[in-house]
């Protein structure tokens, strides 16, 4: 027989054994489970559940969040596969800006390609990597001065109409003058006196257990503990920047009127 053949024949026989075993062996079923989150894993598995749901965050392992339901059932969470359907939004002070900060906000270009009004909000980001992001919301990540209407044509003149500021926070003054550097593009604009500033990042990193989890998502029946998300987002009540209360300085010494005062010894009686 050629040795050809006889390789052909022992890789087949193989196989044949690995599959045998895997389907007699519970560790060997254990190790590759016929489900997945959202029945993804098995393409045998019934039509996906839809499932919308609340809960709180108790951690983060990989790309696997646990959340307990208001239900007070644990659930298992995969991130969606665009990173952009992934949020960590979180309000914040203005203290909290720092120069080199990456910011986005939106505006409206006028005819000439000035901002008509004061920016009413900025958006504290975090650095993406571009290929996660959905194509149709790539505008609002690539540093530069983007279209909102990704279906817009160039044109000769200026860029009119709401466009979506990117790039890294260069000067925020106190009278409201706002710099940007977007891109190679060099942004001056006025910022609203009641504009709000917002975390509003495709990271988990600045979560912490018991924040606010809002899930979109499939999951294959009867077990919706374990899902695949389409959408999360994780909010929190913490304000960043906000100065921590200073902690109260218990005194050593006991005031005055806080001092006991030590009880008369009773009087020595004798007898007769």
Do not use: W
Request: hydrophobic share 40%.
């Amino acid at each position: 027989m050629p040795l050809t053949r006889i390789v052909r024949f022992l890789l087949v026989t193989a196989l044949a054994v690995v599959a045998g075993a895997a389907a007699e062996s519970p560790l060997l079923a254990q190790a590759y489970p016929a489900g997945g989150f959202g029945g993804g894993a098995n393409p045998n598995a019934p039509a996906n559940e839809v499932t919308e749901f609340k809960g709180k965050l108790n951690g983060v392992r990989g790309n696997i969040l646990t959340v307990t339901r208001e239900d007070d059932v644990e659930c298992f969470v995969m991130f969606p596969d665009e990173l952009n359907a992934l949020e960590f939004v979180a309000p914040a002070l203005p203290a909290y800006l720092r120069r080199g900060m990456p910011v986005r906000f939106t505006t409206t270009l006028g005819p000439t390609g000035m901002p008509l009004t004061p920016v009413d909000k900025i958006e504290i980001i975090a650095p993406v990597n571009m290929s996660l992001i959905a194509n149709s919301q790539k505008m609002r990540f690539t540093p530069g001065v983007n279209s909102a209407d990704r279906h817009a044509k160039p044109n000769q003149g200026p860029m009119t109409g709401k466009v979506y500021v990117i790039g890294s926070l260069m000067m925020l003054g106190p009278n409201g003058e706002l710099a940007v550097q977007a891109g190679k593009v060099p942004v001056q604009t006025m910022v609203a006196p009641d504009a709000k500033v917002e975390i509003r990042a495709n990271s988990l990193a600045l979560a912490q257990p018991g924040d606010l989890v809002t899930v979109t998502g499939f999951y294959q029946p009867p077990d919706d503990t374990k899902v695949k998300a389409e959408r999360i987002v994780v909010t929190t009540d913490r304000v960043f920047g906000e100065t921590p209360p200073k902690p109260e300085r218990k005194s050593r010494k006991k005031s005055k009127e806080d001092a006991v005062e030590p009880e008369p010894a009773p009087e020595a009686t004798s007898s007769e």
